[in-house]
């Protein structure tokens, strides 16, 4: 069981938006930075979102990630084939450890 | 540009020790700010944090795993090792390495599948 709490699966068509829900406690996203990872099938997670809703060169505006309080989100705008994945939101917790979350499983219908 | 790379045995029997190392390459261990983590994913499931490491040797560790984690690095080798003690099936899974601050882990390894299996 992951100490953060993101929704199993969501979906959308192309062109679409998508939003997926990262929720936390006061000891990991309420205290410290969120953290949005995607992982494409048979390869390693890549960082896709820093410090809450700062992209890593190369990654496109159409990902954007947000926090308040104790929950975040990160948003696909325009969704295409290619973002079809596995997305996680990732915390350090005041415990002195990386909380994970549960991971969502993105298709594009 | 930073390369990981993780080695070691891909199958372990139960209650054995499960042992990897990253290589580093591209970049120095030693450089100041970063950790340098093991990250595992269970084939099918999600990702869990094990631990990481300073170039130093301070250490953080995941509760649930810490009585039987071991993280240490090598700075003359460039590498950083984990051992996980006393494993089950349950430890089976993909192990990732990375260069980390905290919750940010911005290079990866490709990943090895660990088998925990008689």
């Known amino acids: 069981q992951s100490v953060l709490t993101q929704p199993p699966s969501a979906s959308g068509t192309p062109g679409q938006r998508v939003t997926i829900s990262c929720s936390g406690s006061s000891s990991n996203i309420g205290s410290n930075y969120v953290y949005w990872y995607q992982q494409l099938p048979g390869t390693a997670p890549k960082l896709l979102i820093y410090r809450n809703n700062q992209r890593p060169s190369g990654v496109p505006d159409r990902f954007s990630g947000s926090k308040s309080g104790t929950s975040a989100s990160l948003a696909i705008s325009g969704l295409r084939s290619e973002d079809e994945a596995d997305y996680y939101c990732?915390?350090?917790?005041?415990?002195?450890?990386?909380?994970f979350g549960g991971g969502t499983k993105l298709t594009v219908l | 540009q930073l390369q990981l790379q993780e080695s070691g045995p891909g199958l372990v029997k139960p209650s054995e020790t499960l042992s990897l190392t990253c290589t580093v390459s591209g970049g120095s261990i030693s450089s100041s700010s970063y950790y340098w983590g093991w990250i595992r994913q269970p084939p099918g499931k999600g990702l869990e944090w094990i631990g990481s490491?300073?170039?130093?040797?301070?250490?953080y560790y995941n509760p649930s795993l810490k009585s039987r984690v071991t993280i240490s690095v090598d700075t003359s080798k460039n590498q950083f090792s984990l051992k996980l003690s006393s494993v089950t099936a349950a430890d089976t899974a993909v192990y990732y390495c990375a260069r980390c601050i905290a919750a940010q882990l911005n290079n990866w390894g490709q990943g090895t599948l660990v088998t925990v299996s008689s």
């Open positions: 990732a915390a350090w917790d005041d415990s002195l450890s990386v909380s």
């Open positions: 490491i300073y170039y130093s040797g301070s250490t």
